[in-house]
Nanobody, 121 residues
Framework: QVQLVESGGGLVQAGGSLRLSCAAS????????MGWFRQAPGKEREFVAD????????LYADSVKGRFTISRDNAKNTVSLQMNTLKTEDTAVYYC??????????????WGQGTQVTVSS
C-alpha cells in the first residue's frame, strides 16, 4: 500500500524553475516505480517522467527531456521533479504516481492528489 502527497507547485514566470516533491508512505515504497504525470485544462493526462525502483532508469516525455529531472530518495521516501526552463505550456496539474509496473504505457495504481503548476509570461 502506497500513499502519495505532492507539494511544491505554484506560480512561476516562464524561464524559471520549480521543484515538485512527492512524499510517499508505506514500507514497500522502495519497490515501486515512481513517476509524474500532468494534465492541462482541456487536454488528456500525459506522462512526464518515471524512475525504476531497481536500477534507477529514468524515462522522460519528449516535451520535457533536457529540462526536467526526476529523482528519488528511498531513505526519505520522496520523489522529486526538478523543472527548469519552464514554459507556459508546462502549466498543468502535476500528479505523482506509483506502480510496481513501469509507468510508461500503464494506468498506475497509486496517485497523489495533484499540485498546480502555473507558468506565466
Amino acid at each position: 500500500q502506497v500513499q502519495l502527497v505532492e507539494s511544491g507547485g505554484g506560480l512561476v514566470q516562464a524561464g524559471g524553475s520549480l521543484r515538485l516533491s512527492c512524499a510517499a508512505s508505506g514500507r514497500t515504497f522502495s519497490f515501486y516505480n515512481m513517476g509524474w504525470f500532468r494534465q492541462a485544462p482541456g487536454k488528456e493526462r500525459e506522462f512526464v517522467a518515471d524512475m525504476s525502483w531497481n536500477d534507477g532508469r529514468t524515462l522522460y516525455a519528449d516535451s520535457v527531456k533536457g529540462r526536467f529531472t526526476i529523482s528519488r530518495d528511498n531513505a526519505k521516501n520522496t520523489v522529486s521533479l526538478q523543472m527548469n526552463t519552464l514554459k507556459t505550456e508546462d502549466t498543468a496539474v502535476y500528479y505523482c504516481a506509483a506502480d510496481k509496473r513501469p509507468l510508461w504505457g500503464v494506468e498506475p495504481n497509486y496517485w497523489g492528489q495533484g499540485t498546480q503548476v502555473t507558468v506565466s509570461s
